[in-house]
């Protein structure tokens, strides 16, 4: 949501469908609400609803529960222009920011990103919002501890691939340019597949079980991406001396691999036994709290 021309269908295009930020000079304001799911290509496994920004939100029409029900976060863009006619910083607008936050008292968390289509910021900032939607979190970042910590690696992030947000990293600092490095060892890979791994007829997949890749730094340094899931990809530093037990990495990373695959079958098993409880609900004639539903 936000204002007109705030950069909300450029956030979305840039982030989930690869357009070069340039591109989304072309793009035509929203007039409707729409609505994308990108479960079928990403990770993450949810709907992003575009607004326009000249919406009313106090019109009688605007069915504000129907539209916010199921809401796991409400993302406000603001042109920093604007911010920077109300605050000269953006420690100060930080500031208002928090200070709005307070006076609301919401009962859900509040956080400040300063972004910019033009460089990672804008994907820095989605990796830290999807994560808070990701309830495996905490396991996430205890399988990456135990991987890094046992295999001499400096760091590592679990990626969604096609939007290039990191799910997950260990607890280790994450540095802006490190994680450039690892967004554009991802696109290095897939353009590359994409251009001369696929056939002819453009069968195969850019990226599957195969794809892995090794890119020696200028630094002593080891970029190391490996596939872990349909979607996801770890990319890991590696310093060059334990680079050299690479055998051992591998057989970490295998067993890495395994826990992170264990997690999501319990997820699955969980959003399809709570699928058949609501089926079998409406069968009963039942609503999820007891109250039998209405029969119109
Ligand atoms: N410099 C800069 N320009 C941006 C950024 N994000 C978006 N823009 C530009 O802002 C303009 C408006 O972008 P839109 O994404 O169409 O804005 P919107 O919020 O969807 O607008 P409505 O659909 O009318 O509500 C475009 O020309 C973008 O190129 C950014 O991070 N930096
Ligand atoms: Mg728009």
């Known amino acids: 949501m936000g204002l007109r021309r705030s950069g909300k269908s450029s956030i979305q295009k840039v982030v989930f469908h ?8 072309f793009l035509e304001s929203t007039n409707k609400i729409c609505r994308e799911d990108v479960s079928n290509s990403s990770f993450v496994n949810f709907q992003i ?4 920004g000249q919406i009313d939100f106090f019109d009688p029409t605007f069915d504000y529960e129907m539209i916010f029900r199921g809401t796991g976060a409400l993302i406000f863009v603001i042109d920093s222009q604007i911010a920077h006619k109300i605050t000269s910083t953006s420690d100060r607008a930080q500031d208002t920011c ?18 910019s289509i033009y460089d990672h910021s804008i994907f820095e900032a989605f990796s830290k919002l999807v994560q808070k939607l ?17 295999s001499g690696i400096e760091k590592a ?14 607890s280790t600092p994450v540095d802006m340019q ?4 690892c967004c554009d060892m991802i696109d290095v890979v897939i353009d590359i597949s994409c251009i ?8 195969g997949a850019p990226y599957d079980k195969e794809s892995t890749a090794i890119i020696k730094l200028n630094n002593t340094t080891v970029l190391y991406l490996k596939e872990v899931t349909k979607f996801l990809a770890l990319v890991c530093f590696v310093r060059e001396e334990s680079f050299e037990r690479k055998g051992l990495i591998d057989y970490n990373f295998h067993c890495f691999r395994k826990a992170i695959h264990e997690v999501f079958e319990v997820r699955m098993k969980m959003v399809k036994s ?5 089926r079998l609900q409406k069968k009963k004639g039942t609503t999820p709290n007891g109250t039998p539903r209405m029969l119109l």
């Open 274 to 278: 709570r699928k058949a409880q609501s």
């Open 178 to 181: 490190t994680y450039e490095l």
């Open 98 to 115: 928090s200070v709005t936050g307070s006076v609301v008292k919401t009962a859900f968390s509040f956080s400040f990103y300063l972004t």
């Open 196 to 203: 001369y791994g696929l056939k002819e007829d453009g069968a």
């Open 18 to 25: 690869k357009m070069s930020p340039s591109e989304t000079l």
């Open 157 to 170: 992030f679990l990626f969604d691939v096609v939007s290039k947000i990191y799910i997950a990293t260990d």
């Open 49 to 52: 609803w575009d607004f326009p």
């Open 134 to 150: 990701i309830p495996q979190l905490p396991t996430l970042e205890n399988l990456l501890n135990i991987f890094i910590s046992n």
